[in-house]
């Protein structure tokens, strides 16, 4: 156990919480910043790691909900249309502009000129700057800036624009923010039972998972941020849950760009009506997503075969390629907590609005919502909370402000835009260069961690000895921060929720990085033993794939 956990823990134990946040995904992360910045005790816990579900399991976009016009929802397309901006602004190390192609089909779900027409209104609702509004694209100039693109039936295009998205950075960036604030965060810490007093929840006994020793967090309020395990926890406390959830599952998969060549992110219609996006990251394309009722074990989404199928040959009809099973380098598969609705049994159709339920013992929860709206999904509840609080405490209402906070790595000085980022980084990369480390190396890094390189370039330098290899200098930096300022407690949240080396970077994957991994984490974690193997297992493709069906 590190400095960072174990003080976390001390303080655990000594302090009465004004709100208990459970789910350390991007809505209880959001929830804790809010409810701190207001200037309240908030402490956030998460059964496994920070964004280990949903919120590090999406398309990786913070994107307006562009086909949510279809379905007639206006409001929700211009408010969390706007909110892209706020996102941005707040975190433009991880939150990126992305030029989205929209090829235009004969028989496809929009005809061009009615598409021209939604992606105005969109523009319009959303407030999308002048310069990333949507511009129409002949065939020719489809097919010049996409030449795999199938060109039967095709009719030109338009390109618009949304948000690329590091979602498990934004979780973590937005945590370490609100440790800022004063919050305290702890990962693998379980509720096991709730406390009460007259008939009120009054917080709960824990299990810190790591170190395999009983908690127990005093709340005056509690709020259930679990996403699809919402249901669940409600359900540990009432016996009967009259609105429940809809869970539909999202899959992914990322191919290499020599089987998929395309270099722009495209958002394509299929034959059944759904929307896929193809979007490329530096040397690997990543398609997704399927959206399906789910059923299953809630802990462990995988990906089927019928997944598989479905998502190849959407891509095999609208590229000039023929993509299979033995094609696929990563795989990952999240679930959506939709409201359930009467009727609507096309997951499709279900609104991906917010909810809170208020169970009679007073616990909070929340659940809908979308990754672009997790700022207002935390403003909501947390102006219910200190409405509730101010009758307990006697205190005032304190608005909310996450609007103007910039998120852990965004602290940059002015108005922040691509280029003033390319020149940031250029500036932080003559800091760092004496170290060895080679320009894309740190740009890589620079976009991770933002204007917290300068954390991970000191330790280079104090790391820096005459015949050590610069990568390995570089990565213990690293496993340093993260490790000491990004509650990281072992190899698999550090190479999957805080760097996505496996899904696109996967020519990294060696027996010989991962040793060199697992021994730095033996370093900087005085407890931590899993093996290579062990450690492999955990990555590997076959992990997320379902082999039987």
């Given at each position: 156990m590190n400095e960072l956990r174990k003080k976390t823990v001390t303080k655990i134990t000594q302090q009465q919480f004004d709100l208990l946040v459970i789910g350390g995904g991007i809505t209880g992360a959001g929830i804790a910043l809010d409810a701190a910045s207001r200037g309240?005790?908030?402490?956030?816990?998460?059964?496994?790691?920070?964004?280990?579900?949903?919120?590090?399991?999406?398309?990786?976009?913070?994107?307006?909900?562009?086909?949510?016009?279809?379905?007639g929802e206006f409001?929700?397309?211009?408010?969390?249309?706007?909110?892209?901006?706020?996102?941005?602004?707040?975190?433009?190390h991880i939150v990126t502009p992305q030029r989205m192609i929209l090829p235009m089909q004969r028989k496809g779900t929009f005809s061009p000129w009615l598409t021209k027409i939604a992606l105005t209104i969109y523009d319009l609702l959303a407030g999308v700057y002048k310069h990333?509004?949507?511009?129409?694209?002949?065939?020719?100039?489809?097919?010049?800036?996409?030449?795999?693109?199938?060109?039967?039936?095709?009719?030109?295009?338009?390109?618009?624009?949304?948000?690329?998205?590091?979602?498990?950075?934004?979780?973590?960036?937005?945590?370490?923010?609100?440790?800022?604030?004063?919050?305290?965060?702890?990962?693998?810490?379980?509720?096991?039972?709730?406390?009460?007093?007259?008939n009120s929840i009054t917080g709960g006994e824990c299990l810190d998972i790591i170190n395999n020793k009983q908690l127990c967090i005093s709340a005056t309020k509690t709020v259930n941020a679990t996403g699809p395990w919402v249901d669940n926890m409600r359900l540990t406390e009432s016996t009967t849950v009259k609105k429940r959830l809809h869970l539909?599952?999202?899959?992914?998969?990322?191919?290499?760009?020599?089987?998929?060549?395309?270099?722009?992110?495209?958002?394509?219609?299929?034959?059944?009506?759904?929307?896929?996006?193809?979007?490329?990251?530096?040397?690997?394309?990543?398609?997704?997503?399927?959206?399906?009722?789910?059923?299953?074990?809630?802990d462990n989404p995988l990906v089927s075969n019928n997944d598989i199928t479905y998502l190849c040959n959407a891509v095999n009809n609208r590229f000039n390629v023929e993509l299979n099973k033995d094609d696929i380098i990563y795989a990952w598969a999240g679930l959506r907590p939709l409201i359930y609705k009467s009727g609507k049994n096309n997951p499709s159709e279900l609104?991906?609005?917010?909810?809170?339920?208020?169970?009679?013992?007073?616990?909070?929860?929340?659940?809908?919502?979308?990754?672009?709206?997790?700022?207002?999904?935390?403003?909501?509840?947390?102006?219910?909370?200190?409405?509730?609080?101010?009758?307990?405490?006697?205190?005032?209402?304190?608005?909310c402000s996450t609007r103007n906070i910039k998120l852990s790595g965004g602290d940059f000085d002015g108005e922040i835009n691509t280029d003033t980022l390319i020149y940031i980084n250029d500036i932080k990369y003559d800091e760092a260069k004496q170290t060895g480390v080679e320009v894309e190396y740190f740009k890589e890094l620079f976009y991770r961690y933002g204007s917290n390189i300068d954390e991970i370039t000191n330790k280079a330098?104090?790391?820096?000895?005459?015949?050590?290899?610069?990568?390995?200098?570089?990565?213990?930096?690293?496993?340093?921060?993260?490790?000491?300022?990004?509650?990281?407690?072992?190899?698999?949240?550090?190479?999957?929720?805080?760097?996505?080396?496996?899904?696109?970077?996967?020519?990294?994957?060696?027996?010989?990085?991962?040793?060199?991994?697992?021994?730095?984490?033996?370093?900087?974690?005085?407890?931590?033993?899993?093996?290579?193997?062990?450690?492999?297992?955990?990555?590997?493709?076959?992990?997320?794939?379902?082999?039987?069906?």
């Open positions: 309240l005790k908030v402490i956030c816990i998460d059964k496994n790691d920070f964004g280990w579900g949903t919120s590090s399991r999406s398309t990786k976009l913070v994107h307006g909900g562009l086909r949510y016009l279809k379905n409001n929700m397309v211009r408010k969390v249309g706007r909110e892209r901006a706020i996102v941005y602004k707040n975190a433009p990333e509004r949507n511009y129409k694209m002949t065939t020719d100039e489809v097919v010049k800036a996409e030449p795999s693109i199938n060109k039967n039936g095709l009719l030109g295009g338009v390109a618009y624009y949304e948000y690329k998205c590091d979602d498990s950075r934004l979780v973590i960036e937005t945590l370490k923010k609100a440790v800022e604030y004063g919050a305290t965060v702890l990962n693998y810490c379980e509720l096991k039972s709730w406390t009460y007093a007259n539909t599952k999202g899959v992914h998969l990322v191919f290499s760009k020599n089987d998929l060549p395309i270099t722009n992110a495209l958002y394509f219609d299929v034959s059944d009506g759904r929307m896929i996006f193809a979007i490329p990251k530096r040397h690997i394309v990543y398609v997704g997503t399927t959206d399906t009722s789910y059923l299953h074990s809630i609104s991906r609005k917010d909810e809170i339920f208020t169970s009679e013992t007073g616990l909070l929860s929340i659940a809908g919502g979308k990754l672009t709206g997790y700022r207002l999904m935390a403003k909501e509840i947390v102006d219910k909370v200190e409405k509730e609080l101010s009758k307990i405490q006697k205190r005032d209402l304190v608005k330098y104090e790391l820096k000895k005459p015949g050590n290899n610069w990568k390995d200098i570089w990565l213990e930096a690293e496993i340093w921060y993260s490790v000491n300022y990004e509650f990281t407690v072992s190899p698999v949240d550090f190479l999957i929720r805080r760097t996505s080396i496996p899904m696109f970077n996967p020519e990294l994957i060696s027996d010989e990085f991962l040793t060199k991994v697992n021994t730095l984490f033996v370093k900087y974690l005085l407890n931590y033993t899993e093996t290579v193997q062990e450690l492999k297992n955990k990555i590997s493709l076959q992990s997320v794939l379902l082999k039987v069906e």
